[in-house]
């Protein structure tokens, strides 16, 4: 087992923050945003990073001024993240298209990416000098959707750091801007793909009417505080899971004949029991494992335009008692997850955008709930500017202490790792890792980064 060292004390000069506007003018109008966008849940800022290594052919290139002018061109396009939102009756959330534009950054760090390491990787510890929080730009009503800081290392190489207000679009819309940014960057008059608004087919029924379980939402009094009591006690370890480690918890703790079983539903179990078992909790609490569910793709799929970005997921929640789910094989922990999973379809989603409505706009419970992202397949580390691809780039983290996302890293040549970060108190998280070290330590090496508390 490897330890990562202590993260360097990096410091960046900031220049004058700038507002970019839409190349081209755009309609003026107010826009809904659909019930599925304006939940409690997400009202906060994406925070992504995208690091890139120095690249000979773009010397002499203006890295920042590129992407500001292709910011500006790929508005004209997204011309509602110029905007800014707005709140009505019932919470409700709108964007005002006034083009007052999206915030831009251009800042100088005194440090060469390669003497950073591996402790860029998620939660990264230089996350406030990378992507500033200017005064004005930290809230979601009122403030801009976006901004955006270039950071350049003295090496040559920077890193792009971007802060999204969810309730605009998830991680796989902002996926989609990003290659539509790429595009334009490249010379292309329009992006490949058009975005698509029409945030009214994820909205609410004219006669809202909850017809499916929502787990996801559902508090339970003592287990929230127990949680809530925990969150100023939290630290963050951030794990690694590659073929090997992949492979050793299959080899240990399937049963034999199992049958196939996809990377992420696998380690998604593992986490969930294993977690579990940490915390130490009452056999017979309930425990949740919510994760993400796109319905653009896979048997969820819904018929939305190929440009839709908003955000169009759910977040089903597994249910089990600590006692059963701790003590059953880990195929237990796995055959509910793809349960949870199966309920979602398009009356799932619909009901879900009524719930929002009935219980203005609820957010996820803190109830022994665990929720996970697998945003490892979106490929945001494949985003090619016309420089090369970035050597790491996804969602740095949570706002929520119960929330974990799932990067996808290079750590070796020819092969994609999966790192996360888990939060847990200190007693919970020693013996988590030693859980973990057990499994994978036999024929791989698990390495810990820094804690930060």
């Known amino acids: 087992m490897a330890i990562i060292p202590k993260p360097l004390v990096i410091s960046s000069s900031r220049r004058k923050p700038e507002l970019i506007v839409p190349q081209n003018k755009i309609p003026k109008k107010i826009l809904y945003l659909s019930d599925i966008d304006d939940q409690e849940g997400l009202r906060f800022q994406m925070p992504i990073l995208m690091f890139y290594k120095y690249n000979s052919s773009m ?133 490949s793909i058009l975005p698509v608004w029409q945030r009214d087919l994820l909205s609410a029924r004219s006669s809202p009417c909850i017809t499916c379980t929502h787990n996801e939402f559902d508090e339970q009094v003592e287990s929230k505080f127990a949680w809530i009591a925990m969150e100023d ?26 049958g196939s079983i996809g990377r992420f539903e696998l380690l998604v179990a593992f986490l969930w029991k294993y977690r579990t078992i940490a915390l130490d909790i009452n056999p017979e609490e309930n425990v949740r494992l919510s994760y993400v569910v ?22 089903p929640a597994a249910v089990s008692k600590v006692g059963l789910l701790c003590s059953n094989p880990l195929t237990y922990a796995i055959e509910l997850i793809k349960q949870a999973k199966n309920q979602v379809n398009e009356e799932y989603i619909k009901s879900l955008a009524d719930y929002m ?38 969602v740095d983290r949570s706002p929520f202490s119960f929330a974990s996302f ?38 791989v090496e698990k390495i810990q980064l820094t804690s930060k508390i």
């Open 59 to 191: 010397k002499g290139k203006d890295h920042a001024k590129i992407i500001k002018d292709g910011l500006s061109k790929t508005l004209v396009f997204y011309y509602p993240l110029a905007g800014r939102i707005i709140e009505g009756p019932n919470r409700k959330l709108m964007v005002n298209c006034n083009s007052e534009g999206i915030m831009f950054i251009e800042a100088d760090a005194n440090v060469e990416l390669e003497k950073l390491g591996d402790s860029i990787l998620p939660p990264c510890p230089y996350l406030e000098e990378l992507l500033y929080n200017e005064p004005g730009s930290v809230g979601i009503i009122g403030c801009p959707l976006m901004l955006v800081q270039v950071t350049h290392f003295t090496c040559g190489g920077f890193v792009v750091g971007f802060k999204v207000n969810h309730t605009m679009m998830d991680a796989y819309g902002f996926k989609m801007f990003l290659n539509a940014l790429s595009e334009l960057i490249q010379g292309a008059s329009a992006p």
């Open 294 to 315: 796109n319905v653009r793709v896979g048997p969820q799929k819904m018929e939305l335009p190929l440009g839709y970005y908003g955000n169009a997921f759910a977040t």
């Open 406 to 443: 799932f990067w996808s890293f290079n750590k070796n040549i020819g092969e994609k790792s999966i790192v996360i970060a888990i939060n847990l108190p200190q007693q919970a998280m020693e013996k988590f890792q030693h859980l973990i070290h057990n499994f994978t330590s036999k024929n």
């Open 233 to 258: 006690k939290l630290i963050q370890h951030s794990f690694f899971f590659g073929n090997k480690e992949i492979k050793a918890i299959k080899d240990q703790l399937l049963e034999p004949g199992y």
């Open 357 to 394: 409505v009935i219980n203005r706009r609820r957010t996820w419970t803190k109830s022994w709930n665990f929720l996970i992202t697998n945003d490892a397949i979106l490929g945001l580390d494949e985003v090619d500017f016309g420089w090369g691809k970035p050597i790491l780039g996804g």
